[in-house]
């Protein structure tokens, strides 16, 4: 490789091994000058423009590594996300806009994947002192008495696959619909569902692992339970989370990939944080 042979002329005076332990994770640094992220700036817990969701803490980490100073394209994550940031090219300069997506799903088909980094699933999120703390699991929310079940209200968008799991329940009626996607996107994925549920408006809510972890972050001083629910046949509520760079690009995707294995426990700890429910992989 050209950054081998470029370490190889600077650096005579050092043995094979120590140019082979320094080389690998540096040779980026002479291709790219800082490390750009596609990211939405209103998409908590994931990230923001303050840089406080979990993936801007992974990407630091990860710009750290490789010694590249981190830089976002900020859109909002709708449909075109992808068109607009990962493929899109400035036409001022005819660079790509950024070269990274931190989050999505493990062989996503609009870009190569990473061996996925995490593995969460949605749970159903309650808040405890509200009538269901005898409910530890999401089979004891199915199994209520039909009098305690049929006054529920249990919020969640249109494409999550807890709808699945109530209509399996025969719980359907329990539902109170959101919309997946908000026209303003200055609100974050679940955040109403979150609101309603925090507020009592809500008994409770089926959420993506990441968003109920959060409800637990923002809960303040109210006392949130989040309960994983698991994978069935015809219900699948588990997902492995990759970082995504564009096709063609498989030496970028394997440098980003072993720069997550090598920091795999900073990232689990950084989940946790975040309250993550986490599968193992």
């Known amino acids: 490789m050209r950054g081998h042979r470029t ?13 082979a332990v320094v080389a690998v994770p540096n040779a980026l640094a002479e291709q790219r000058e800082v490390l750009r992220v596609c990211a939405d700036g209103n998409f908590m817990p994931f990230s923001n423009f303050d840089r406080n969701g979990f993936e801007n803490r992974i990407a630091d980490m990860l710009g750290k590594d490789l010694g590249l100073a981190v830089e976002y394209e900020w859109f909002p994550q709708r449909m075109g996300f992808i068109r607009n940031t990962l493929r899109a090219q400035d036409p001022a300069t005819g660079h790509y806009k950024c070269d990274l997506v931190m989050g999505v799903p493990d062989n996503f088909e609009l870009a190569i994947t990473t061996k996925p980094y995490y593995r969460s699933t949605y749970a159903l999120v309650l808040v405890e002192g509200r009538g269901l703390d005898d409910v530890r699991t ?23 696959p807890g709808v699945g799991w109530l209509n399996k329940h025969g719980m359907l009626q329990q539902l109170v619909p959101y919309v997946a996607q ?22 409770a809510a089926i959420l993506w692992g990441p968003l109920a972890g959060y409800v637990v972050k923002r809960a303040g001083t109210v006392k ?8 069935e046949p015809g219900l699948k509520f588990d997902f492995a989370i990759s970082a995504a760079v564009r096709f063609g690009e498989n030496d970028w995707k394997n440098t980003v990939e072993n720069a ?5 426990g900073q990232i689990k700890a950084i989940l946790a944080e975040f309250n993550i429910p986490l599968l193992p992989e």
């Not at 370490?7 to 140019?19: K, P």
């Not at 908000?182 to 008994?203: H, I, N, S």
């Not at 997550?260 to 795999?264: G, H, M, S, T, Y």
């Open 224 to 231: 949130v339970r989040v309960l994983p629910l698991t994978t």
């Open 182 to 203: 908000l026209g303003d996107p200055t609100v974050g994925p679940g955040q109403l569902e979150a609101d309603d549920l925090l507020a009592g408006k809500l008994d």
């Open 138 to 160: 999401a089979l004891d929310l199915a199994s209520l008495a039909p009098e305690r079940r049929n006054e529920l209200r249990i919020g969640m968008h249109e494409r999550n």
């Open 7 to 19: 370490f190889a002329c600077d650096l005579r005076g050092l043995t094979l091994m120590l140019i």
């Open 260 to 264: 997550l294995q090598r920091n795999a």
